[in-house]
């Protein structure tokens, strides 16, 4: 029997309803398995500025920190977007990934044949995507200093800073290739050293640290092009690496390939061995408390910790299969439905991955 | 009579066919129009490094600031790749739109419908594809300072610079408030102000410009979500406004839309009167010098330069005219040809165009 302590931090809009699915089938992989798993919840995001003032309490700080792996739903919605930048909602996730060094996002993007029909491209261009985009998740513009507005003659300028260290480089660079090792081999570092001082020394560390790595497969792309191929040719990638904003955009505009935003799990890890896990889609603050919402992403999420954060393999596969399983029988949630009418509530779709378990 | 000069910089791989098939018909036009266009060539890029030294000569720049448009090609190509930053082609790009003011890029992204198919997106998602991409061209993370490499403690890392004047916001945000005017009249300003000052910066002076253009409908887009929405509803966008980098990345996404890479224009205008047009495909060095090329983004580029730049409404609608008359009679080059076989070549595609003119 293993005993693993999982905070969750339930966020706002649907995802308190999210989470709670995502526990409900880790109770039931830990009852099958005999591991015990202990939940502490945290506030974060809007409702934790709504309930002690900001949106990353200590308290949450500490839960997590002290936890085996943190399980999050998601955070913001429009009550708080006129709220200064210090205290948003998405203040409260960009601190704890700072907090907890967890500087490698992971997506993996894999087309679930049964949703191929939804995808916005032709079922030819997207059928069989299956890669991974690895995004440096604490470093570059996203906290680079100075970060800062200014008045110069009279006229206010605002700044970023877009800056890495040689060792942010290499270690996420290191992800990358050991992800790849476990999959087709292949690693394309996407970067803009055309124009970037800070993409140079990128392209150069990810080469040096390729010295290492010389049974995976290296190739760089610009980030421009690497937008078009995405489009062009998903299924030539295996695993991304890149900086922090460029991740940014790529991993959302590679979230709507296979056409289930809704079925996209993520994690966030570090140095400290405690990641984050959390579905790719957003609070959905229009359809929060309606019990619509697809609680698909948040549990596989879930499987995401048990395979990365606890090393539970077999119990991850398990939590897939029940998801690849439902999705062929048919049950739908209303984002992925053809039509309304056949859709099924958020407890409904949970109830059936639990039983399929 | 209008005369006109016009600086042609053929550039690299398939530039120098390319504007050599946009001249064809600018004579033809000037022909049937009764104007007088001298034309004026000038070295970039990789043929200038090769013969000059350096990727932008002072006599480009002189050709090129004394004219009244200028056509460019396309630079780079992997013989250049390996030198290092500042002596690359891509390095006069950047320095000529900076010398002349080119702050403004603009980039139609409409679909043909005789090429609908060979888009990687289903029929009905791009079937009326028509927006244009405003890209700030000369501020932003491509010029900020400082853009530089140091060793702190031992260990190097490197910086760039995001940084926006209000005047530089102002001017590009009135640009596209007045191409909204003339089109349907609805704005989409793309940044990430929920991460970056300078996103902060940029979201309050669009919204500012706005109170002069009211009649304009404004929103604003996170870029991470943008890049999504090109996919999932392309047909929403009328102008998007948008951050040098950003926009670099999310033109680059758009010209897959349409799957016409090869028929994509662009122009870059700024404070001066002279404008800069330019295919937004690459230099093609696989297929340079075998008249293989699609000559039409050229062409297109073209009839940008005369309707931007020359006020010659009525001639860019002819040439466009018959760019579309070439495609519904059928003519496609090697790069939108069902098959191979079936392609024609740059010479036959231009002869047709001036045919159709
Ligand atoms: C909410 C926001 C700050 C965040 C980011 O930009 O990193 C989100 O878009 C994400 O990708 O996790
Ligand atoms: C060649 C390169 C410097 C350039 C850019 O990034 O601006 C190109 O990608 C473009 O979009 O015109």
Redesign the pocket.
Known sequence: MTKKTIAVLPGDGIGPEVTRAAIQVLENIARLHDHEFVFKEGLIGGSAIDEKGGPLPLETKEISAASDGILLGA??GPKWDRLPGANR???G??EI?KALDLYA?LRPVKTYSALIESSPLKKEIVADVDFVII?E?TGGL?FGEPKKREEIDGETQAVDTLLYKESEIKRIAERAFQAARVREGKVVSVDKANVLESSRLWRETVDDVHDSYSDVELSHMLVDNAAMQLIAQPTSFDVIVTE??F??IL??EASMLTGSLGLLP?ASMGSTGVGLY?P?H?SAPDIAGENRANPLAAISSAAMMLKYGFGMEKEAEQIEAAIEKVLAEGYRTSDIAAKTDDAVTTTEMTDAVVKAL
Do not use: I
């Open positions: 955070v913001g909602p998405e203040k996730l960009l990934r996002n995004r998740l996203y922090n904003t991740g940014d991993s959302d993520s959390e790719v957003g």
